[in-house]
Nanobody, 126 residues
Framework: QVQLVESGGGLVQAGGSLRLSCTASGLTFRSYIMGWFRQGPGQEREFVAAIDGNGVTTYYTDSVKGRFTISRDNAENTLSLKMNSLKPEDTAVYYC???????????????????WGQGTQVTVSS
């Protein structure tokens, strides 16, 4: 049984930082593209960042480039998202997700991911 469990969310002031983590079990972690998505109030779930199985290739949505960093530890089956210079518009529930396969142009596509975590709330106050 595959499980993805996020942690690290919370309340932070604008300009602050948070580090999200996702612990995976029940899958061959290095065989999966891992991604972070978010869903704000009344909004659709959107792509944030993705990383290939080797942790070499990364991909970000434009609004977080230069502020967020995605990384993974295949020895510990963990995925991280370091978020700096947070803005109120970053407020959302953040989800980690796993997509089987090599890094490709589908890394940003929500419908291509096979497994999802339950999400962790990030709230940025102004």
């Amino acid at each position: 049984q595959v499980q993805l469990v996020e942690s690290g969310g919370g309340l932070v002031q604008a300009g602050g930082s948070l580090r999200l983590s996702c612990t995976a079990s029940g899958l061959t972690f290095r065989s999966y593209i891992m991604g972070w998505f978010r869903q704000g109030p009344g909004q659709e779930r959107e792509f944030v960042a993705a990383i290939d199985g080797n942790g070499v290739t990364t991909y970000y949505t434009d609004s977080v480039k230069g502020r967020f960093t995605i990384s993974r530890d295949n020895a510990e089956n963990t995925l991280s998202l370091k978020m700096n210079s947070l803005k109120p518009e970053d407020t959302a529930v953040y989800y980690c997700a796993a997509q089987l396969g090599l890094f490709n142009s589908n890394a940003y596509r929500r419908d291509k991911y096979d497994y999802w975590g339950q999400g962790t709330q990030v709230t940025v106050s102004s």
